[in-house]
């Protein structure tokens, strides 16, 4: 599948009607989540991490991008790929890699290690970023104030502005509060993606708040886990 297709999954969302995404973590879970009719797939990288027995941002580079080749190999939809904040890689070659692994998008953070970057020197990444892939990847530009910053939606919203004006075609404030959803929707020109649990608000809810596309990061694993753990209950009686 190709990023043109992925591209215009997230244009022309209707309120109650975001893109949703689920998080596969191997080849297995791709293809159920493809049969199950959904048009792309967003791996996690912390399921993927899970996965392959790390804690979440300890997977070493080429098992990551060797865990996205997989997932898009299986199936026929878009794969878009988390790859944290980049590795250290140069655009460039991030680029290639992500291609070569058969992903037509990818998520990157601005944090490392826990901390927010300079949204500045971040924005010149992600143009970087963008110059290298010129139409061929779809930029989910990650904002990480609510989770690792002061929670400010306005510092949220300037952060989200000096990257859409670098090249990213999608915006994703994790962690933001519910609450604030609406604001960072007028505040945040473009697709807005919003972070999705299986016990909180639906995608059809969160689409009215203003999500244009919901993901679940490594929230669909853990799940998985839990229904792993009953079976392996089943077998102990």
């Avoid at 792309?40 to 865990?67: H, K, N, Q, R, W």
């Avoid at 070569?100 to 300079?118: F, I, P, Q, T, Y």
């Avoid at 963008?130 to 690792?148: E, H, K, P, S």
């Avoid at 853990?222 to 392996?232: D, K, M, Q, S, V």
Wanted: glycine share 10%; aromatic share 6%.
């Amino acid at each position: 599948m190709t990023v043109d297709v992925f591209r215009a999954l997230h244009q022309q969302r209707f309120p109650g009607d975001p893109l949703v995404l689920p998080g596969p973590w191997d080849a297995v879970s791709a293809r159920e989540f493809a049969a199950a009719g959904f048009p792309a797939l967003a791996t996690p990288s912390a399921g993927i991490a899970a996965s392959l027995g790390y804690a979440d941002g300890d997977t070493p580079v080429d098992e990551m991008f060797a865990a996205v080749a997989r997932i898009a190999r299986a199936v026929d939809v878009p794969v878009s790929a988390d790859v944290e904040d980049g590795y250290g890689l140069a655009p460039r070659e991030l680029v290639e890699r992500l291609l070569a692994a058969g992903a037509v998008g990818c998520n990157l953070e601005d944090s490392h290690a826990g901390a927010l970057k300079d949204p500045h020197a971040h924005a010149d990444r992600l143009a970087e970023v963008r110059d290298a892939a010129g139409d061929r990847l779809f930029l989910n530009a990650r904002v990480d104030t609510f989770a690792y910053g002061d929670q400010d939606p306005e510092q949220a919203i300037r952060r989200a502005a000096l990257y859409v004006a670098a090249g990213a075609d999608c915006v994703y404030p994790i962690e933001a509060p519910l609450a604030v959803l609406p604001r960072l929707r007028s505040g945040i020109k473009g697709p807005l993606n919003v972070f999705a649990t299986l016990d909180g608000p639906s995608p059809a809810e969160l689409g009215e708040l203003g999500a244009t596309r919901v993901t679940f990061g490594p929230g669909l694993l853990r799940r998985a886990t839990e229904a792993l753990r009953g079976i392996a209950g089943e077998l102990r009686r």
